[in-house]
């Protein structure tokens, strides 16, 4: 600790001429840093300790200013001090500020809550405490019943953690003696060592499973050996969140006492919370029409199934911190009986406190937060009513899509963040270029607590008002409305306020209920719109107006910059708070004038609005809205955030597979936000590839460690034999080719209306030139469009809007068959082959060579006429998708085949850790002599165990007198000089053949310059074939193909097993799923002939299986989804009817645990 003459981040400075000095200035430290896997403690007090002129000569807010002093640690040196924290004092006659470590860190939270362990279900004993808790009734009521029993089953295990299972670590500690104790008493007794190996493995892996739950890190999955890890995340975490003074009011003294900032946590809350003197009766009745119908009432108001129930549960994130009862979702997926009094408030309505009960925990907004505002309350609702919420919530998604206008993207199926963002910067673009006398204005509301300010009575106004009706309005009257919160503060609760409005961040419920409400802002602003009272800013020559864009409580209002239309938006905003109890921030809130507005102009609406000018700086939902010259300097952002998060203490604590999980779940994505919405500069994307380079390898400017492997090998795709990982550069023009198909097939929602306007006007995407005014991401979208057509074909309807000229329009192929007759025929569209949605045989081999004549027959047409449309041949559904568009931009062929040894080992059910380690065994990356004699040209290459053969993998752990010992002594007893094996791929397909054998792959191995040891799990599973007793024919169907000719069979048995009937067909599809499929629908037809019942069909294509029991039939292949239109009739007509497919007994023999 002390001065680091460095910043760990640009942000940490102020008023430099050029904030990019800092990072040279500070490279030695940085890179020090994350050389040594330092964490930085934090600090508290002012954020800059130091200051360059502190005499009056300089202005302050000229000063130049930075956090150069500051306390790091190793991860170890944390664990001991988890809550040590440095304070910044008062600087008195030096330019830095004294600082000081305290390793108390103030106090922890006592009177802690009790929460269900995931570690305790390991235990045995845990099932019968619970079992034993819950086995009584304890009252008649279904709700008191489970409360009752909750609060039996949480004193229960609290005892008996106490009494009987006690801390983990001890279990560790306990397990590591015995087995210390065992080894030094009885060195012979093999089994009593095993068996007290076993306990501290298991020891251990509770210990993992605990500070797992405790970290909430959801990427990465407990038996990798991670408890360092998870205990360095928690203790992280815990001090970011943790507590330890606040200011008052503003230039307040700084308050340390507990309870005092308990006292002003809840005052704020009581004054946040507090009813607003509102009136929501005031809405006009035309503002909202009934747009439920009465079907979809009828919908709403009915009780939920226990199916729904369940599902409800199973969509919550298991891992999720729980409510005051203590018990997460995990508990009740696996326990009791949580259907019964779910149903019960349904039947009855009504919800207790103790069902409805919450905690709010504290999360800071910024990384310095100094007052209550700084804070965001996070509700932590009990998972019993949470399932009840979600139930709700499920059922009022389903018709967001209706109810809610295009202006409005959050939370509605179908809509998303990038689509608004895209939209919000390309009206600023637009904005930053228009010239002329007629200005426009856009307004960037900043929203203060605006779901804490909700007003109840607004809310359930605003359903009714859109046709909700009882009892579903009562349901959500029942949860809203809560009668007692609790401040959880430091993991203590430290008081509670009853509040009276407000929608609680952490209900499942609340964000549905708030963009409902806030419709009553963007109906008003259209109404006003239609009235001619607003104009918006007009896009394109059609003038599409847009006049505000919403996500959740991001607002953008646009509008022409003139007095008369500033007075009507505030107009509007007072209404709508005035309604809701919403308050808006102009202070914080921000305006934009296009060049033809005079400073006159804009300076008067300015005051009179009480907003500042929008900053270059500013952005939003997350990404910058200006661009400037220097793209370098805009994107820095991205690397800064990837390097935040590919920190170098996390390396060291990360196994491979850990690291891979990381690199892939949270480097990736946040480049991937960015990468879908901009086009990323290349320096950046090299930037960003070099911090993940840098992560997985643990390199750094000073140290490069030795790779085995190329990094462009690690980025191809897992079947291909890399890792998965992606090249940023790649990945961003993935991501725009993504925009330029919903180009292609979007033209209902508000962001296709945008882009027509502003680019196409009515011109072909695919024929549309560039222009220099363009936007980077329109430039960059139609770049991509000589990738974007390798994949693209018409899906055939009616064939009335495909050319049989200029458009591909045949699968496969040349995708764009040439007619071998002249164009004067007349003849240029595909409906002119097509004659009663069948191919029209004489005339296309007429007007095409044969073997393009075969290849059009081939495609499947419709049952009924539909339009044609754009269809995506790199993927079976023909639907776009990032992973193919990836490949194809890198260049990757994604023909493999199934049984390949990527994807045996990469299916096969064992843990990332093993799955990693054979990948290296297959990759050839392990560092064996034989490969470090190839780099540096070492001549002594020979095993060190025997000395006689060369040190590769396949001697190292299968032909070496020491591995075979191994192999002979485990519970196989295998001999290896018994089987002819000259590589890898042999020894997979021998054990992939025998099932027995299979279970080798979940093997442990140690490498500490060569050989460990070998510990082996127990076998897997294998599946069997289940018959049911009412059957009366079972089917056999297969499918034959050659060069020339396919052909499919059915054999028909009865309840004897003798043969009922067999019969062939001939098949002309050309793709095997499709064949597969259409001898299943041959099968259907021939039981109908046949006139057979309660028929049970085999088949041995999983694929096929899977296709058939679809829901969706759009998600499948375009060449099947005719056919298994045509099978489901078929079937339907059967005298036994279609199974449902979660019923569906459409068998497939079992598999190897390697896949097939």
């Known amino acids: 600790m002390g001065d680091m003459n460095g910043t760990l981040h640009d942000r940490e400075c102020i008023n430099y001429t050029n904030p990019g000095n800092s990072s040279r200035y500070a490279f030695d430290f940085r890179r020090m840093v994350n050389r040594a896997g330092l964490i930085d403690l934090g600090f508290l007090g002012p954020v800059y300790t130091w200051a360059k002129g502190t005499t009056t000569a300089f202005r302050a807010s000229a000063m130049k200013r930075a956090r150069l002093d500051r306390g790091m640690a190793t991860t170890d040196w944390r664990v001991l001090f988890p809550n040590a924290v440095i304070h910044h004092l008062s600087a008195t006659c030096s330019d830095h500020r004294p600082i000081l470590l305290d390793t108390t860190g103030g106090v922890s939270g006592r009177n802690r809550l009790v929460k269900y362990e995931n570690m305790w279900a390991r235990d045995p004993r845990c099932f019968w405490v619970v079992k034993e808790a819950w086995a009584n009734r304890l009252h008649l009521n279904p709700m008191i019943n489970f409360h009752r029993k909750v609060q039996a089953t949480c004193r229960k295990l609290s005892l008996w953690n106490k009494n009987q299972f006690k801390k983990v670590s001890q279990q560790v500690h306990n397990a590591t003696a015995t087995l210390e104790s065992t080894e030094k008493r009885t060195p012979s007794n093999w089994y009593a060592i095993q068996e007290a190996k076993n306990n501290l493995n298991e020891a251990l892996l509770r210990e993992e499973i605990h500070w797992k739950q405790k970290s909430r890190v959801q990427w990465l999955h407990e038996g ?40 002003c946590f809840i005052q704020n809350f009581k004054d946040l919370f507090k009813k607003a003197d509102t009136s929501p009766s005031e809405i006009p009745q035309d503002l909202f029409e ?244 607003l104009k918006g800013f007009q896009l394109g020559r059609n003038n599409l107006s847009i006049s505000h864009l919403m996500f959740a409580d991001d607002i953008m209002l646009f509008g022409q910059a003139t007095m008369k239309e500033a007075k009507v938006i505030v107009e509007c905003l007072t209404k709508y708070c005035k309604w809701s109890g919403q308050s808006i921030n102009f202070q ?146 993935a991501f725009l080719m993504k925009w330029a198909w919903k180009i292609m097939g979007d033209n209902s929602s508000l962001w296709s209306q945008v882009v027509e306007a502003k680019y196409l006007k009515n011109q072909s995407f695919l024929d549309i030139d560039s222009n220099s005014s363009d936007s980077l991401l329109w430039k960059g979208i139609l770049k991509v469009r000589d990738h974007l057509s390798k994949g693209l074909c018409r899906k055939i309807g009616d064939g009335k ?49 044969s073997d393009d004549a075969s290849r059009i027959l081939n495609i499947t047409l419709p049952m009924h006429p539909i339009a044609d449309s754009w269809m995506w041949t790199l993927e079976p559904n023909g639907k776009f998708s990032i992973k193919s568009a990836y490949r194809l931009v890198r260049n990757m062929d994604d023909a493999h085949n199934l049984n390949s040894k990527w994807r045996m080992i990469w299916g096969a059910k064992i843990h990332n850790r093993m799955k990693m380690f054979w990948w290296k065994i297959l990759a050839n ?21 025997c000395g006689t053969s060369e040190e590769e993998s396949l001697h190292l752990f299968w032909s070496c007198q020491h591995a075979r010992a191994i192999w002979f002594g485990s519970i196989w007893h295998l001999k290896t000089d018994e089987y002819s094996i000259s590589n890898w791929e042999d020894w997979l397909m021998l054990f992939k053949e025998d099932t027995r054998r299979s279970t080798c792959l979940n093997f442990n191995v140690f490498l500490e310059g060569g050989l460990g040891r070998f510990f082996f799990t127990t076998r897997l599973p294998t599946s069997s074939l289940w018959l049911p007793h009412w059957m009366d024919h079972l089917s056999n169907l297969d499918v034959a193909i050659t060069d020339n000719i396919s052909a499919g069979a059915v054999i028909f048995y009865n309840e004897a097993g003798s043969i009922s009937s067999i019969s062939t067909v001939k098949l002309n599809y050309c793709d095997p799923l499709a064949e597969e499929i259409a001898a299943l629908c041959f099968g259907a037809e021939e039981a109908n002939r046949l006139h057979f019942r309660n028929v049970i069909f085999q088949n041995d294509s999983k694929n096929a299986i899977a296709a058939i029991s679809s829901m969706d039939i759009k998600a499948l292949h375009h060449n099947v989804q005719a056919i298994v239109q045509k099978l489901k009739l078929s079937a339907s007509s059967l005298l036994g009817g279609f199974v449902d497919p979660s019923e569906a007994q459409w068998c497939c023999p079992p598999c190897g645990s390697l896949g097939s």
């Open 224 to 263: 990798d050996k991670c408890s360092k890890f998870f205990m360095a995340s928690t203790i992280v975490r815990r001090r970011r969140n943790f507590i330890q003074c606040i200011k008052g009011s503003e230039g307040g003294d700084w308050i340390r006492n507990q309870t005092e900032i308990a006292h």
């Open 290 to 533: 009934k747009d439920i119908s009465t079907q979809e009432s009828e919908d709403l108001n009915t009780l939920p199934s226990e199916e729904e129930i369940y599902a409800a549960i199973k969509d919550m994130g298991q891992d999720k911190a729980p409510g005051p009862d203590g018990l997460p979702p995990s508990f009740y997926s696996h326990h009791w009986d949580t259907v019964k009094h779910v149903s019960y408030f349904f039947q009855q309505g009504d919800l207790p406190q103790y069902i409805n009960d919450t905690t709010i925990v504290l999360v800071p907004k910024r990384d310095t937060p100094a007052y209550t505002k700084d804070y965001r309350p996070i509700a932590l609702c009990n998972v019993a009513y949470k399932v009840i919420s979600k139930v709700i919530a499920s059922r009022l998604r389903e018709l967001l899509q209706k109810l809610v206008s295009l202006n409005h993207a959050a939370f509605v199926r179908g809509r998303c963040i990038s689509k608004n963002t895209m939209m919000a910067r390309e009206i600023v673009h637009s904005m930053k270029k228009k010239r002329g006398s007629k200005g426009f204005m856009m307004i960037k509301l900043d929203m203060e607590k605006a779901y804490d300010k909700m007003d109840w009575d607004f809310i359930i106004l605003v359903l009714l008002r859109l046709g909700f009706t009882a009892p579903f309005t009562d349901w959500v009257k029942a949860c809203i409305r809560v009668k007692e919160i609790r401040l959880l503060l430091n993991g203590s609760i430290a008081g509670k306020f009853k509040p009276e409005r407000g929608l609680r961040q952490g209900d499942p419920l609340s964000p549905a209920l708030f963009i409902l409400a806030a419709e009553a802002l963007s109906r008003l602003l259209t109404l006003e719109e239609d009235r001619g009272r």
């Open 588 to 733: 914080k809130s921000s305006i934009l004038f296009t060049r033809g507005v005079s400073r006159s102009k804009s300076r008067a609406i300015s005051q009179f609005l009480g907003m500042k000018k929008i900053p270059n700086n500013a952005s939003y939902l997350g990404l910058p809205l200006f661009t400037s010259a220097n793209r370098i300097k805009d994107n820095q952002y991205v690397v800064d955030k990837v390097l935040q998060r590919v920190q170098g203490w996390k390396a060291k604590l990360l196994s491979s597979a850990g690291k891979m999980c990381l690199i892939k779940s949270v480097g990736s994505v946040i480049s991937n936000y960015v990468a879908s919405l901009d086009v990323i500069p290349i320096t950046i994307a090299n930037k960003v590839d070099k911090a993940l380079q840098d992560f997985w390898w643990g390199d750094s400017i000073e140290k490069r460690t030795l790779h085995s492997i190329a990094w462009d090998v690690l980025c191809r795709p897992k079947v291909c034999g890399g890792l998965g990982f992606r090249s940023t550069k790649a990945t961003n023009k």
């Open 801 to 849: 809007s495909t050319s049989i000229w200029f458009h591909p329009w045949v699968p496969k192929g040349t995708l764009q068959p040439q007619p071998c007759q002249d164009a004067s025929a007349n003849i240029s569209l595909v409906s002119n082959f097509i004659v009663r949605n069948h191919w029209d045989e004489d005339r296309v081999k007429h007007w095409f060579h």
């Open 925 to 945: 990356y392990l560092l064996t002599r034989s490969k470090l004699s190839l780099i540096f040209r070492v001549n002594d290459s020979s095993c060190p165990f």
